[in-house]
């Protein structure tokens, strides 16, 4: 019986992708049938091709074949990815010392970096992801990558070489978590090393192509006060937002999606005690926490046989095991809504999470909505009580029309009329147009005290009248 290590296609299929059944079958199905007239699809404006591009693409694809071949004879199939980078280095310099290519030394170093990544990396994303201005990554197709720079959707040069070859990129993320995508499987949620959030998309799925998401998160955490030299808020409301997180009140983040729910709450989190015992839970780990005592928690998808699912849900049932002072849900999306309400309304004061929802009243009805979700039926007024009882403040962001992302508002929950939620706005965003791409306004308290605010007095914590009084210029 041949060795498995003897096998070069098996290093191939493991280091370059194989071409798949799957991806065979939908390019069968995209070549139009010979019946007298071709099928008419909507066509996709190419970029032209430049010269150099295409000669880079060549010399990249014949120098990988070469590499693959010469690992495959030396049997380093089950070689680690370290070992393999640095034979890799060594075949590629060795390669291109032997042909005399006219490569001055800094495109030769270019070169190798880049052939690294094709055979172990990201391929061309590497340079995108090495971009810290850079928060997304969006491959439509082979020759369309977007980028997502200070909340602006670029179009970049880069590309790949054909379809294939942005799915072996797809198929060594997932290979790399232990994921498989295929056919039976042609959509997946998945995570890179640095903590980035991945969502792929193959045939028959997406039938132009396999698709790639990127979402990056900061390498480090922005604090408050970074946020208020941003322009995303205001002192004042830091001040307000600080004291209302110490005093354990409940709060949850609401916005769209890439509005800066997620940077806000881990900013709200800094003013959370270090003696506090934190749990946070979520789909990615996303959140950093400055706090020592911090145990994290992440959902898990079901496996390649169905099995093995762990929602939010279970997590925040979980938790409530675990002796927490402060629950952290980073978001609220299922039926975990229901025990997150019932844990507020049960001791787990101080609790934050975020919310997809476009408005503050949005944000209630969607959080009714997922309460029913849990499978229990209750009644509506009930499930309006929990919330008014459990939520404080809602938090409403927003990523503006210059790309800014700011507070739209912070509003206070201050109980049931008839059956509806009462809401009071505390502060807002005054917006005043826009001047020369840049959105004017101003932040702007209410002149309304929030209903806690005797409450923390009697504790000893100032909330000072002014700061429901004045306005603020946004920066």
Known sequence: MRDRRDDPGALRRRLAG??????????????????GRERAEPTRPARPARSEDTGTLGLKAGLQQRVLDELG???????????????????????????????????????????RQEMLGLGPLAPLMSDPAVTDVLVVGADRVYVERFGKLELTGVRFRNDEHVMRVIERIATGVGRRIDASSPMADLRLRDGSRVNATIPPVSPRGPTLSIRRFGRRRLSARELVDFGSISPTMVDFLATSVRARKNILVSGGTGS???TLLG??????????????????????????????????????EGSGRITARDLVVNSLRM???????????GGEALDMLQAMNTGHDGSLGTIHANSPRDALARLETM??????????????????AAIHLLVQVRRYEDGVRRIEGIAEIVGLEGTTPLLQDLFRFEHRGVRQGRVQGEFAATGIMPHFAEELRSQG????????????PAR
Do not use: C, Y
């Open 73 to 115: 004879r030396r049997n380093l199939l089950d070689a680690d990815e370290a070992t393999l980078g640095g034979v890799v280095d060594e075949l590629v310099a060795s390669a291109l010392a032997n042909d005399e290519l006219a490569l001055n030394e800094g495109e030769r170093r270019v070169l190798v970096d880049e052939l």
């Open 18 to 35: 194989s071409r798949s059944a799957e991806l065979r079958a939908w390019e069968r199905r995209r070549t139009p049938v010979e019946t």
């Open 267 to 304: 900013a709200m989190a800094e003013w959370i005690p270090a003696e506090e015992r934190i749990v946070t839970i979520e789909d990615t780990l996303e959140l950093m926490l400055d706090q020592e005592h911090v145990v994290s928690l992440e959902t898990r998808p079901p496996n390649v």
């Open 461 to 472: 914590r100032e909330m000072p009248l002014e700061w429901f009084q004045r306005a603020e």
């Open 323 to 333: 002796r927490p002072d402060r629950v952290i849900v980073g978001e609220v999306r």
């Open 371 to 388: 309460v029913l979700m849990a499978g229990v039926e209750l009644p509506s007024r009930a499930i309006r009580e929990q919330i008014a």
């Open 260 to 262: 800066g729910k997620s």
